[in-house]
């Protein structure tokens, strides 16, 4: 065995993966000492944090994100945003306000950031788990015919349309991606790699993770189970273990990051250890988030009460 994988821990959760559990120790102490408190002051340039004090006020200000896009968008310079499904609360505040205010968005445009992969392809625009799914059904299928985006603006992730899924990325600006945080530390689906192959002592580096484009997704076993827990009643054996998933590439062409935290998907010091890292300018490919503190402008949005605390107690 190599010195440089005697440094790198096994993970804990999954010895044939990179994860978070592999990091150094002070690290993963400095993360876990963190008070709420502490974590507005970790903003920098490039990186804004935000509290949010009630849900409604949370899921209203991600829902007005897409609108700000939307808006933004004309005919001559079409616009929109990447948005995720998880969380999903703000999908039908986004229609009502479109319905409501009357704002026009056909030329608006919207990226999906990824998709279950079964069987060699995407899975069924009906099948119960499908992203694509659950964004007509609770967004895009309740905006006025008269007001939304025709069907070509809508970029859904298919295994036949990768190339030209990251080419539409150049034919309309993307102002902002939005995305929740997985248990294993992604956004979208960009889960850490295997523990195999090149990559059997050290995860790739954070120059190599960001070549990374549209793709399918092998799928952290922490993915798997947290998946089967908020989507399926903790039936894992109903879970993909591969998904298509926008990749890095595509996020640095868009303009902002906006990360938004209610403490559903992931646990209290997930959110303190990805914060940290950006904060810090410490990307690791094992922390897929951590890769964007290189990204020239990133937001974190948190619900107050979701932010928890890492003290030990028995419950």
């Given at each position: 065995?190599?010195?440089?994988s005697q440094?790198?821990s ?18 993963l ?10 974590i507005?002051?970790l903003?920098?340039?490039g990186f ?9 006020e ?8 897409y ?7 004309t ?5 929109g ?40 392809k ?45 080419a ?12 929740g ?5 992604h956004?979208?689906?960009?889960d850490p790699f295997?523990r ?18 549209a ?7 922490m993915t ?5 827990r ?11 273990s591969?998904a298509?998933s926008v ?7 868009c303009?902002k990051v906006?990360i ?12 303190r250890l990805?914060?940290l ?13 951590s890769l964007l ?6 937001q ?16």
């Amino acid at each position: 065995m190599s010195q440089l994988s005697q440094m790198r821990s096994l993970s804990k959760v999954a010895p044939d993966w990179w994860d978070y559990t592999t990091l150094d120790v002070e690290l993963l102490a400095d993360a876990a000492r963190l008070k709420a408190e502490d974590i507005p002051g970790l903003s920098r340039p490039g990186f804004t944090i935000k509290l949010y004090e009630t849900r409604e006020e949370f899921y209203v200000a991600e829902a007005l994100e897409y609108l700000q896009a939307w808006m933004a968008s004309t005919d001559d310079a079409p616009c929109g945003i990447c948005g995720p499904i998880g969380p999903t609360e703000q999908l039908p505040l986004v229609a009502r306000m479109v319905n409501d205010l009357g704002i026009d968005v056909r030329s608006a445009h919207f990226w999906a950031m990824d998709e279950w992969y079964v069987d060699g392809k995407e899975v069924a625009a009906d099948h119960p788990l499908s992203f694509r799914k659950a964004d007509m059904d609770l967004c895009f299928s309740r905006i006025d015919k008269k007001l939304r985006m025709p069907e070509r603006n809508l970029h859904f992730l298919r295994a036949d349309n990768l190339a030209e899924y990251t080419a539409s990325y150049d034919s309309a600006r993307c102002l902002v991606m939005q995305g929740g945080q997985g248990e294993v530390k992604h956004w979208a689906f960009n889960d850490p790699f295997k523990r195999e192959g090149a990559w059997r002592d050290a995860p790739p580096s954070p120059h190599e993770f960001r070549k990374l484009s549209a793709r399918v997704v092998n799928l952290h076993p922490m993915t798997i189970i947290q998946n089967a827990r908020t989507s399926g009643g903790g039936v894992v054996s109903q879970v993909p273990s591969q998904a298509l998933s926008v990749g890095p590439l595509e996020t640095w062409k868009c303009d902002k990051v906006s990360i938004w935290h209610a403490g559903n998907h992931d646990n209290p010091f997930g959110l303190r250890l990805t914060a940290l890292m950006i904060a810090k300018k410490v990307p690791d490919s094992s922390v897929p988030m951590s890769l964007l503190a290189d990204h020239p402008q990133v937001q974190f949005n948190f619900l107050r009460s979701g932010i928890g605390s890492c003290d030990t107690e028995m419950h």
